[in-house]
């Protein structure tokens, strides 16, 4: 098993910034961030692997940026430029290579709104 510690969401107006991060139990090969807005499906936001391979969806690229620490087996996302339609609850998740699921957090609240 695998434990995820989430932190660092909250209410930001449009224009601003936001950091989470996620602290994982032990070591895994790739760490990322998905968001669920109500109604909609939970999406890739961006992921990481432990070799700094990187993805991002395309609607972030350009403002959010995923990094990792990989001796603090912790994983961050820095989001710029926040815009309403990035509400959602984001959910830290952590697997091993050519896993499907893997591991999830409980996730955070992130609310864009003036």
């Known amino acids: 098993q695998v434990q995820l510690v989430e932190s660092g969401g909250g209410l930001v107006q449009p224009g601003g910034s936001l950091r989470l991060s996620c602290v994982a139990s032990?070591?895994?090969?790739?760490m990322g961030w998905y968001r669920q807005a109500p109604g909609n499906q939970r999406e890739l936001v961006a992921a990481?692997?432990?070799?700094?391979?990187?993805n991002y969806a395309n609607s972030v690229k350009g403002r959010f940026t995923i990094s990792r620490d990989n001796a603090k087996n912790t994983v961050y996302l820095q989001m710029n430029s926040l815009k309403p339609e990035d509400t959602a609850v984001y959910y830290c998740?952590?697997?091993?290579?050519?896993?499907?699921?893997?591991?999830w957090g409980q996730g955070t609240q992130v609310t864009v709104s003036s």
């Open positions: 998740n952590a697997k091993a290579p050519f896993e499907l699921g893997g591991y």
């Open positions: 990481v692997t432990s070799t700094g391979t990187r």
């Open positions: 032990r070591s895994m090969f790739t």
